[in-house]
C-alpha cells in the first residue's frame, strides 16, 4: 500500500467478479465494504465523495446530488435500481440511523480513512483470492470500463465517461482506464 499522497496505479475488476465479491461481503458480514464497493462501482464517485454518503442518500431514492470535493461542483447522479437493492438489503440488516454516514469509523463519529479503505481492500482481496493491483480508485475504473464494453467500445462511450469523470480529454479517459496498455497487451498476445 502506498503511503498518503503518493500515485498508485489500480486495476479495475471484471463487472461479475464484482457483483460475486459483494455477495461473498455480504454473507461473511463484511457490510461495510460490500455497501462500500456496490456505491463505488455503480455511482463511479471519488472515495471522497463516497465517504460523505448518509444512508438517506440512497434507500429509496433514485438520483444523488453530491457537491464534489476535488471539483466543488455539483453533481447528479441516477442511481441504479441494482444500487438501491443492495443498500436496502445492508440497512435491513444494520438498522442504522438513515442520517448516519454509510461509512463511519468504529467510533461513530465521522468517515474511515481513505488509508483504511485501501488497506482494509487489500486484506479482503487477499481472503478472497481477487489477484491485481487494487486500491479505492478500482471502484471508479470498474464502472468506467463496465460502461465502455456495455455501449461496443466505442468512442461516444469514452467521450462519456470522459464527461461523467470530469477528464479534460478522452485520451485521459484511456490512459484512466488503462485502454492503450490493453491494446498493446493483446498486439503482443496476437502474434
Not at 121 to 130: A, D, G, R, S, V
Amino acid at each position: 500500500m502506498a503511503l498518503k499522497g503518493q500515485k498508485t496505479k489500480s486495476d479495475y475488476m471484471e463487472w461479475d467478479t464484482m457483483q460475486t465479491l459483494i455477495l461473498k461481503l455480504e454473507r461473511d458480514g463484511e457490510y461495510k465494504f460490500a455497501a462500500l464497493i456496490a456505491s463505488g462501482c455503480f455511482l463511479g464517485l471519488r472515495i471522497s465523495d463516497l465517504l460523505q454518503l448518509k444512508w438517506s442518500d440512497l434507500i429509496g431514492q433514485t438520483s444523488l446530488t453530491v457537491k464534489e470535493k476535488k471539483t466543488k461542483k455539483d453533481r447528479t447522479l441516477t442511481i441504479n435500481p441494482q444500487l438501491v437493492e443492495i443498500m436496502e438489503r445492508i440497512y435491513s440488516v444494520l438498522e442504522p440511523n438513515p442520517e448516519e454516514l454509510i461509512f463511519v469509523n468504529r467510533f461513530g463519529t465521522k468517515p474511515i480513512s481513505v488509508q483504511y479503505v485501501n488497506s482494509k481492500l487489500k486484506e479482503l482481496f487477499t481472503q478472497y483470492n481477487i489477484k491485481g493491483q487494487y486500491s479505492s480508485h478500482f471502484m471508479r475504473k470498474t464502472l468506467g470500463r463496465r460502461v465502455w464494453a456495455m455501449n461496443e467500445y466505442s468512442e461516444q462511450a469514452l467521450i462519456m465517461l470522459s464527461y461523467l469523470f470530469g477528464h479534460s480529454s478522452i485520451q485521459t479517459t484511456k490512459t484512466y482506464l488503462g485502454i492503450r496498455e490493453q491494446e498493446i497487451s493483446n498486439l503482443y498476445l496476437s502474434v
